[in-house]
């Protein structure tokens, strides 16, 4: 290997060491940390990210990245070639970012994060508001930074979304996801009015433990590996990568709605599963981490959604939380508790949110932080301007700010901008993806009926885990599928399965 190439690994280890250091204080903070460690743990972490951050814009690494770029192609592997463009990328983002701004928006984000717990769970957004503000003007000087130079963005949005998912911008977005609300609205309109299948038993009490117990036995019965990671409660579920042999996941259990603890469950379990599946070549490099916001989102949502709702999968796993449930599901079938848990029903919370109703709230969402970053909508103004939409687009007005602005993470622990429309690409994407498995495997439904998950888990390495970051989204799409992303696909799963 070339010695600039091979000095530049190094130095990229040692970043993706320092970043990965980050992760494992921000699980700690957001499952363990006590309340009152929020100041230190904002230093530390500021701490670290600053090294990181030094690091990787040292002039040093430029000059390597320049003699790196000038050899010959032929004389690279592809994985080479690949890290030598995404250090490139890594580069020139952070070249643009100062070192004392991001450490200064980490302590903040720290800050914002420990008091948005305690005003969501008071319902008291007027307390988190001011912070808000904060990070809304830090994001918009993050824009700022971007837009410098020769580079003009259209939209203070688009720098932060092509940070998570490249090759995205906000107009872009805008016209895909107007195609699809064209569609799904009259959907949900229609399926809303149909008559509502039996739910009582979801409202039951199912205690805490109980529940529990049988979350860590269902992730490990669909292929997590409790010896390479390990399950706990949070606020917020969220899945951190430590390293190829700790990739953990956290759930959130509400005792009287058994819906909750799966669900994040197997959501969290399919970003895990990206993560385990990478080739163990990149293991240590920038190139193992999965690619872009929005594929990870569609792992996750294939697991939690077009595999978890299915049939299939209850036909196993029924009769296992029947038993484990015997007190509150006895008097219960597969089929009610199938309809139930796909019951299409416009509600309040995004993370409970059925299939077909799920991206509409993600557009409201996208389009009030597009406001927010452009100061089209002020902060103050945000509880009503997000309750006015809801009540537009869905039919229902949230009775408190705990249901409406406060409910997601996001705003309170990053950036404003360029996270919430992955979650959209990733439902667009998962199914594209599960066609394409079915295509290739049309057994897989007929294995799920047995609890058995290997040629999914197989297909899915071999097609998209085990490249990494080694491929941009695009490319991983057209590569998978033969086609560009596209609504169609999820489309014609909704009327597939509910018309």
């Known amino acids: 290997m070339h010695s600039a190439?091979?000095?530049?690994?190094?130095?990229?280890?040692?970043?993706?060491?320092?970043?990965?250091?980050?992760?494992?204080?921000?699980?700690?903070?957001?499952?363990?940390?006590?309340?009152?460690?929020?100041?230190?743990?904002?230093?530390?972490?500021?701490?670290?990210?600053?090294?990181?951050?030094?690091?990787?814009?040292?002039?040093?690494?430029?000059?390597?990245?320049?003699?790196a770029s000038g050899l010959p192609a032929a004389t690279l592997s592809a994985d080479d070639r690949a890290f030598l463009r995404l250090a490139c990328r890594q580069f020139s983002r952070a070249s643009k970012i100062p070192t004392a701004f991001k450490a200064e928006f980490l302590q903040h984000m720290t800050e914002t994060y420990d008091v948005w717990v305690r005003a969501r769970k008071s319902n008291d957004f007027h307390a988190v508001a001011p912070f808000l503000e904060k990070t809304v003007a830090y994001s918009r000087a993050i824009s700022d930074f971007f837009n410098s130079g020769e580079t003009a963005w259209a939209h203070p949005m688009d720098p932060h979304i092509e940070d998570a998912d490249p090759g995205m911008t906000t107009v872009g977005l805008k016209t895909l996801f107007a195609d699809l609300r064209r569609d799904l609205v009259p959907l949900v309109g229609e399926l809303s009015s149909r008559p509502k299948p039996r739910t009582d038993f979801l409202s039951r009490v199912n205690p805490k433990p109980q529940q529990l117990e049988f979350l860590n036995?269902?992730?490990?019965?669909?292929?997590?590996?409790?010896?390479?990671?390990?399950?706990?409660?949070?606020?917020?579920?969220?899945?951190?990568?430590?390293?190829?042999?700790d990739v953990r996941i956290t759930t959130r259990v509400n005792e009287t709605d058994l819906r909750d603890g799966i669900f994040?469950?197997?959501?969290?379990?399919?970003?895990?599963?990206?993560?385990?599946?990478?080739?163990?070549?990149?293991d240590g490099t920038i190139l193992g981490?999965?690619?872009?916001?929005?594929?990870?989102?569609?792992?996750?949502?294939?697991?939690?959604?077009?595999?978890?709702?299915?049939?299939?999968?209850?036909?196993?796993?029924?009769?296992?939380?029947?038993?484990?449930?015997?007190?509150?599901?006895?008097?219960?079938?597969?089929?009610?508790?199938?309809?139930?848990?796909?019951?299409?029903?416009?509600?309040?919370?995004?993370t409970e949110a059925d299939e077909v109703t799920y991206n509409l709230h993600i557009m409201i969402r996208f389009d009030i932080e597009s406001q927010l970053l452009d100061g089209s909508l002020k902060v103050g103004d945000l509880p009503g301007a997000w309750n006015d939409r809801y009540e537009s687009d869905l039919g229902v007005r949230p009775p408190s700010d705990a249901q409406g602005c406060l409910q997601d993470v996001h705003w309170y622990y990053g950036s404003v901008g360029g996270m919430f429309q992955g979650y959209t690409i990733g439902n667009l994407f998962s199914a594209q993806c599960y066609d394409a498995a079915l295509k290739a495997h049309p057994e897989i439904p007929e294995?799920?009926?047995?609890?058995?998950?290997?040629?999914?888990?197989?297909?899915?390495?071999?097609?998209?885990?085990?490249?990494?970051?080694?491929l941009f989204p695009h490319e991983l799409i057209r590569q998978v599928t033969g086609e560009d992303l596209s609504s169609e696909p999820f489309l014609a799963y909704l009327k597939r399965k509910y018309l």
């Open 5 to 67: 190439l091979q000095s530049l690994k190094a130095r990229f280890a040692e970043i993706d060491n320092l970043r990965r250091t980050g992760s494992v204080l921000h699980w700690d903070m957001s499952t363990h940390m006590p309340q009152d460690g929020t100041a230190s743990r904002g230093r530390m972490i500021a701490t670290v990210e600053k090294a990181a951050h030094e690091k990787l814009i040292d002039p040093a690494v430029a000059a390597l990245l320049e003699t």
């Open 264 to 282: 994040s469950t197997i959501h969290e379990s399919g970003h895990a599963f990206y993560e385990l599946g990478l080739s163990p070549n990149l």
């Open 217 to 245: 036995w269902l992730a490990k019965s669909i292929g997590y590996d409790f010896n390479r990671g390990r399950q706990d409660l949070t606020h917020h579920p969220f899945m951190t990568k430590l390293g190829a042999g």
């Open 447 to 470: 294995a799920m009926t047995r609890g058995n998950f290997c040629t999914l888990h197989s297909w899915l390495k071999e097609n998209i885990y085990q490249h990494g970051s080694s």
């Open 289 to 350: 981490h999965g690619t872009s916001a929005g594929i990870h989102e569609s792992q996750s949502r294939l697991w939690e959604n077009l595999v978890g709702r299915s049939h299939e999968f209850w036909i196993y796993f029924y009769p296992h939380l029947q038993a484990h449930f015997s007190d509150t599901l006895r008097d219960v079938s597969r089929d009610d508790f199938c309809r139930a848990i796909n019951r299409v029903e416009p509600s309040l919370i995004r």
